[in-house]
């Protein structure tokens, strides 16, 4: 079982930079890929970045490319989502979870707000 915290969602200005956390509970958490996801208000929730178990390996959707960093801390059994050059249309609820997706791991998310 693995349960799933995420913080450091805020409310910034297009252009600006946040930096999302993911903690993780669980011994087993270096044996899972990671990925980030996103809802925006009245769309569904999609996918944004993911992460091999390693670190290794990493892939975004087009729209993050050369923005978004997708990272963990095994040791901190955590994940990362460093946002830069923030837009309006990256305002959403954010949440991570494992890929393949596990639908009990959702957690509460966090609410990223880019003002334009």
């Known amino acids: 079982q693995v349960q799933l915290v995420e913080s450091g969602g805020g409310l910034v200005q297009a252009g600006g930079s946040l930096r999302l956390s993911c903690a993780a509970s669980?011994?087993?958490?270096?044996?899972?890929?990671m990925g980030w996801f996103r809802q925006a208000p009245g769309k569904e929730r999609e996918f944004v970045a993911a992460i091999s178990w390693s670190g290794a390996g990493t892939h975004y959707i087009d729209s993050v490319k050369g923005r978004f960093t997708i990272s963990r801390d095994n040791a901190k059994n955590t994940v990362y989502l460093q946002m830069n050059s923030l837009k309006a249309e990256d305002t959403a609820v954010y949440y991570c979870n494992t890929v393949p997706v596990v639908a009990g791991y959702w957690g509460q998310g966090t609410q990223v707000t880019v003002s334009s």
């Open positions: 669980g011994r087993t958490f270096s044996s899972y890929a």
